[in-house]
């Protein structure tokens, strides 16, 4: 009865009026991702001031449902830790007033950024009287799978109506109730116009494979969870994927570093919320850091903080702690790997043999050093002297983020608007034809925006 209570769909229902609560048939996978469409271009067709307040509308609603979405996340929290689940997925899941309040705020600041749609990117002159313009446009319809964080459904739903693009939402079982409450409040705030349709929850597991194959109606898709899920979404559908596997990020504390400032960046990227894909997973250190006690000071840091340190075949005979299996394992707790490292040319390396090009940031005071890590590690952010938990959309000032890319093609690092934009040509004219290219001279100026 308890489980019945929390609304888990267990044991057998007997009521004379069962007839009447037959769930009433969901529409197929196809059906809502063309409704997504049409509504996406009923929200493009409004005004930019228009699309405005209807974040603000979203904003408004999420502070007034504050009490009722944390009683649904409650539930979901409490279902999680009676299941057993990972420490990690748990804290992941957790909807605080704080963080409600945060998502309304970066609702509200996305609001005000600049209409992203129908930007002119570029205007030229074909030929005299004929003028083409590239402007920014909305993707069409985008997919998102995301495992366990109810709040990364807010940050998709209000990108996607700033960026005109319909949505189609599948979440992990652990949030059903989280992320129910939370579309409701988002498709209530929608007006009619545009209809409570733009944006789609897929609630049965059983629908992915289904609209995986509608690479015709779906335009791209976003997976946010483990590697798992990644690369099973990879390897099953025809439609872009964009996203990152892991988040295996690092910091590198150079021989030149500031001890105080090594420690407020080492702490922070690893404790300022460990389950994060931009914590820090593998600290490196010079080689000269342990003559001087740096490392242990380090080291001590962390411990004291209750981080499980694990280190590479260097490190762990330095330290006398457990060997680490793997340096591409990313732990999402309070544990990380440590290993010694040369030099700042064996930290590049190390990264970007074990790294997933994900955050990496370099602690030095030698501003020479400084640059050689950033202009040579190839991932999607790389930090000088700041922690890598920066690495987020609403840091950058995106507003929000829809996930991080690691990818090289399209959008790469956190993604926001722009990230969900493509481009169209608009050409305006005066009665111009080809011919052959007879009579026409191409002129091919820039014309200034």
Known sequence: IDKVLRGLRVGTLFHQDARLWAPVTDSTARDMAVAARESSRKLQALSSEDRKQILYSV????????????????????????????????????????????????????????????????????????????TSSPLGVLLIVFESRPDALVQIASLAIRSGNGLLLKGGKEARRSNAILHKVITDAIPETVGGKLIGLVTSREEIPDLLKLDDVIDLVIPRGSNKLVSQIKSTTKIPVLGHADGICHVYVDKACNLDMAKRIVSDSKLDYPAACNAMETLLVH?????????????????????????????????????????????????????????????????????????????TEDPEVAELFLRQVD?????????????????????????????????????GVEGLLTTRWIMRGKGQVVDGDNGIAYTHQDIPI
């Open 59 to 134: 904003a408004d609603a999420l502070e007034a449902n504050e009490e009722t979405i944390r009683a649904e996340n409650e539930l979901d929290v409490a279902a999680a830790q009676e299941a057993g689940l990972e420490e990690s997925m748990v804290a992941r899941l957790v909807m605080t007033p704080a963080k409600i309040l945060s998502l309304a705020a970066s609702v509200r600041k996305l609001a005000d950024m600049e209409d992203p749609i129908g930007r002119v990117l570029k205007k030229t002159e074909v030929a005299e009287g004929l003028v083409l313009e590239k």
């Open 287 to 363: 080689k000269d850091l342990e003559q001087n006690a740096v490392l242990n000071e380090l080291i001590f840091v962390l411990q004291n903080n209750g981080v499980t340190l694990y280190g590479g075949p260097k490190a762990s005979t330095i330290l006398n702690i457990p060997e680490a299996r793997s340096f591409n394992h990313e732990y999402c707790s309070k544990a990380c790997t440590v290993e010694v490292v040369e030099d700042v040319y064996a930290a590049i390396d190390h990264i970007h043999r074990h790294g997933s090009a994900h955050t990496d940031c370099i602690v």
């Open 379 to 415: 991932s999607a952010a790389v930090f000088h002297n700041a922690s890598t938990r920066f690495s987020d959309g609403f840091r950058f000032g995106l507003g929000a983020e829809v996930g991080i890319s690691t990818g090289r093609i399209h959008a790469r690092g956190p993604v």
